[in-house]
């Protein structure tokens, strides 16, 4: 018994946010060298009363209009996001209820970042095969727009806010084949926000904004990220990752249809082309229009692969997550 992924679609904000604007806006910004390396052209931004929980409800609906049978017979909600609504309930249970699905359903929420697809996919494998679920629906969402300061250059060029809905359902074909987790918590402090939980929690004192050796500006309730180190961590130990699976499950790299990277940025996911020789013909990258949407990113390259005809059925993937924890997750799977 496997998984399959029977439905797949997402929803990006109406708003969106140029290069351009934001030169006009900070005109001391290098936005052609920020451009080169990020490789963000624009990026989709939620409004100020937009949140995670009404751009899921939008990817659903988009959904909802592929075939509403989709919706039929779903017994599992699983939410991945790191900006939820409200702090209790879990968003799973808001969407339940806007969706008006069963009462009997399983619903939570977890929170990861740039690895979750890989996550929510894997969770959902294990419900299904142990037979507590048959029809899952997932979805990736995120709103990181709302914890970037405006005035810090490294993450708001890079960031765009997005939610992918996904139906995952059992069959008696190949599906997922392998996967393999990484944590390394001791380099939390790379990518986090430090106020706003229970160890600092936000106060009029975390609201100062302060300026950093290369002159971005930013609280201690905005996102941090030293993006040189975040980098390195990605260079050095996500190829390790992916050449063991390869290994363990006697697999080249040339035998890999598709690899869908977590859309960190354009160098990142040159430099992994580069690192592991990968054809970059099998490589989706989409991040000039939409940015890095965290958690999401991965399912909605995958959309863009098959509105392209790019992705088809019975293709073996590679599935590449990477970033906040640090958290690292690859998965091979047959779509």
């Known amino acids: 018994m496997s998984i399959e992924i029977t439905a797949l679609d997402y929803y990006l904000?109406?708003?969106?946010?140029?290069?351009?604007?934001?030169?006009?806006?900070?005109?001391?910004?290098?936005?052609?060298?920020?451009?080169?390396r990020s490789g963000v052209l624009e990026r989709h931004i939620a409004c100020q009363d937009e949140t995670a929980l009404d751009l899921a409800v939008a990817a659903c609906h988009?959904?909802?209009?592929?075939?509403?049978?989709?919706?039929q017979d779903i017994d599992a909600i699983i939410f991945c996001t790191q900006s939820p609504d409200h702090i209790m309930p879990p968003n799973s249970y808001l969407l339940q209820k806007r969706l008006n699905l069963s009462e009997d359903i399983i619903a939570f929420d977890f929170n990861l970042a740039c690895s979750g697809y890989i996550y929510s996919l894997s969770i959902a494998h294990s419900l299904i095969y142990s037979q507590m679920a048959t029809k899952i629906l997932l979805i990736n969402a995120d709103t990181y727009s709302k914890y970037i300061n405006s005035k810090d250059r490294s993450t708001r060029v890079l960031f765009g806010?997005?939610?992918?809905?996904?139906?995952?359902?059992?069959?008696?074909?190949?599906?997922?084949?392998?996967?393999?987790?990484?944590?390394?918590?001791?380099?939390?402090e790379c990518f986090y926000i430090p106020a706003g939980g229970c160890r600092l929690p936000q106060s009029p004192s975390t609201t100062k904004e302060e300026k950093d050796s290369k002159g971005n500006i930013r609280t201690q309730n905005d996102i941090y990220m030293d993006g040189l180190?975040?980098?390195?961590?990605?260079?050095?130990?996500?190829?390790?990752?992916?050449?063991?699976?390869?290994?363990k499950n006697s697999i080249s790299i040339v035998d890999i249809d598709?690899?869908?990277?977590?859309?960190?940025?354009?160098?990142?996911?040159?430099?992994?082309?580069?690192?592991?020789g990968i054809d970059k013909n099998k490589v989706m990258i989409n991040i000039a229009d939409k940015g890095n949407t965290v958690?999401?990113?991965?399912?909605?390259?995958?959309?863009?692969?098959?509105?392209?005809?790019?992705?088809?059925?019975?293709?073996?993937?590679?599935?590449?997550?990477?970033?906040?924890?640090?958290?690292?997750?690859v998965m091979l799977i047959k779509y």
């Open 229 to 247: 180190s975040v980098w390195a961590a990605i260079n050095s130990k996500v190829p390790r990752q992916i050449k063991s699976i390869l290994k």
């Open 161 to 188: 806010d997005g939610a992918a809905a996904t139906i995952v359902e059992k069959n008696d074909r190949e599906g997922m084949i392998d996967v393999a987790f990484s944590s390394d918590g001791g380099s939390y």
């Open 258 to 276: 598709h690899f869908f990277f977590h859309q960190a940025s354009k160098l990142t996911l040159e430099s992994l082309i580069k690192v592991l």
């Open 13 to 36: 904000p109406a708003n969106i946010v140029t290069n351009s604007d934001l030169k006009k806006e900070n005109p001391d910004w290098d936005l052609d060298g920020i451009e080169k």
């Open 295 to 329: 958690s999401a990113s991965i399912p909605i390259a995958m959309k863009d692969a098959l509105r392209e005809d790019i992705l088809k059925r019975g293709d073996l993937l590679l599935l590449s997550g990477f970033g906040v924890g640090m958290s690292y997750a």
């Open 62 to 71: 988009n959904l909802f209009d592929q075939g509403s049978d989709h919706f």
